[in-house]
């Protein structure tokens, strides 16, 4: 059913509590923390102007990161709210907590369309938790509640899901905000009936990770043009060799499965033809993770099925390229998520800067609606220029995945039926 939105709601001289997905990437400068893709603050800027415009006190929270229940500094929402006065052009109030007297008090000194922003919920325990009473502790500052954190909503938290239930209860409205709204019209509506030719381009590492996305979408999709690592399980299971290219091989039956599906359901689906190859040489380095570090030597293309013994696999070659791009062109809606290779090292980002141009190209001169479905498909057209050449790309990467294979989401089923 459809959800109550923002526009639908009379706010004036209101408490709006609004979540917002603030969790954007930091990185520490000279002892401070700074934002490096502030895409998710700046995509909630129309329905912050919408709220005060209308009058709203509008008070703002948020996670940042995985503090994990405790108060982490460099996880503080402080500098988010800096940023968010240079967006918006206006003064915005910061408290240092979510819940409590001390955040009382501010709210009942803002005045309609004040802003404020609230402290990392997640330094609570019980926000991850979806603890009843902290959840009531946040609505207490709410005489409604908008959620326009579409990239938090697969969470059942406390600040998503929980104070919805609690302004539900006390007959308050819980509204979805104009992100949330776009979010679920250009990955929901749009996708359910799609203009055909419907293109649908997944990459990246694990068949494990896509293969409920893969499974719906064959369900809609004209062609599935397939890249990335996850490759190499399809061919493992058409019998190829896949030398040290990253492999499930628990997963062949799976990937078996959904070939059989496309080819009993006339879908084009797609596996690279030739790919970029390297051979993979263990450093003294240690990852994150203690995981020695890959250094890949010997780059070259290899034009057969097969992957040399001694290689892996970690781009998609020319003529794949040139194969998935022709079908691009042909197509009147597009879905792109996933990487096709290991794009970050600018030796493996070919095939997936091709994608990305020949994605935008049918945008632009073609007319075709394409639509980014979060994540590293998103940072990659960002890092090749091209993210204001789509129709849309999405501020989720978890969430857009989730809602894609059709869960429905908590964040979103926990606020109001529009009448
Ligand atoms: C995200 O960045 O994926 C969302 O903000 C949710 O964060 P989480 O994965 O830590 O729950
Ligand atoms: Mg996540």
Same mark, same amino acid.
């Given at each position: 059913m459809? @959800?109550?939105?923002?526009?639908d709601l009379?706010? =004036? ?9 603030? #969790? ?16 998710r ?5 129309p329905?912050? =102007? ?17 503090? @994990? /229940?405790?108060?982490?500094?460099s996880?503080?929402l402080?500098p ?9 052009g206006?003064?915005?109030? +910061? ?22 922003v ?10 991850? &938790? #979806? ?17 326009d954190?579409?990239g ?8 998503t %899901?929980?104070?919805?239930?609690a302004?539900?209860? =006390? ?11 776009? %979010?679920?019209?250009f ?44 490759a190499y ?5 058409? /019998?190829?060799?896949?030398g ?8 062949? $039956?799976v &990937? ?5 599906k &496309? ?5 084009? +689906? ?8 390297? *051979? ?7 990852d ?9 030597? #010997? ?8 992957c040399?013994? $001694?290689?892996? /696999?970690?781009? !998609?070659?020319?003529a ?7 079908? !691009?062109?042909?197509?009147? *809606? ?5 990487p ?6 600018? =030796? ?8 990305a ?24 057209? #960002? ?8 129709s ?7 969430a ?5 294979? /059709? ?9 109001s039926?529009?009448?």
């Open positions: 459809a @959800k109550l939105t923002v526009n009379n706010v =004036r001289g209101k408490r709006v509590l609004m979540r917002v997905d603030y #969790n954007v990437p930091l990185d520490e400068k000279d002892g401070q923390m700074a934002i490096t893709d502030a895409t603050i700046v995509e909630t800027l329905t912050l =102007r919408l709220l005060i415009e209308r009058g709203a006190k509008v008070i703002l929270a948020a996670h940042l990161g995985r503090p @994990k /229940g405790k108060r982490e500094a996880m503080s402080r988010v709210a800096a940023k968010l006065a240079d967006l918006l206006r003064p915005v109030a +910061f408290v240092d907590d979510c819940i409590g007297e001390k955040v009382e008090k501010t709210v009942g000194l803002l005045q309609p369309g004040d802003v404020l609230l402290e990392n919920t997640r330094f609570y325990s019980e926000e991850e &938790a #979806n603890n009843a009473s902290f959840a009531e502790e946040l609505s207490r500052v709410a005489d409604v509640y908008v959620n954190a579409f938090a909503a697969h969470r059942a938290h406390a600040s %899901e929980g104070v919805a239930r302004v539900t209860k =006390r007959g308050g409205q819980c509204a979805a905000g104009l992100l949330m709204e776009r %979010e679920l019209k990955l929901g509506d749009e996708l359910e009936h799609p203009a055909r030719p419907f293109v649908v381009i997944l990459g990246g590492a694990k068949v494990s990770d896509k293969i409920q996305v893969i499974d719906r979408l064959l369900e809609k999709a004209d062609a599935v043009l397939i890249g990335g690592a996850m399980t399809f061919r493992m299971a058409q /019998g190829c060799r896949t040290k290219s990253l492999v499930e091989p628990d997963k062949t $039956d &990937a078996k499965a959904a070939l059989a &496309a080819k009993d359901r006339g879908v084009n +689906f797609l596996l690279p033809i030739d790919d970029v190859v390297a *051979t993979p040489v263990q450093t003294e380095n240690l994150k993770k203690g995981k020695s570090v890959l250094n890949y030597q #010997n780059v070259r293309v290899n034009r057969e099925l097969n040399p013994e $001694d290689a892996a /696999g970690l781009d !998609i070659g020319p794949t390229v040139e194969a998935y791009a022709a079908e !691009i062109a042909q197509a009147k *809606t597009i879905l792109w998520n996933g096709m290779g290991l794009f970050e090292d600018k =030796r493996f980002a070919e095939g997936t800067n091709a994608i141009r020949a994605v935008a190209e049918a945008t632009q001169t073609l007319g075709a609606k394409s639509i980014i479905g979060g994540g590293d498909s998103v940072k990659a057209l #960002n890092k090749a220029g091209l993210g204001n050449q789509v849309f790309m999405s501020t989720g990467g978890g857009s995945l989730e809602f894609l294979e /059709g869960k429905e989401l908590p964040g979103v089923a926990a606020l039926d529009k009448f």
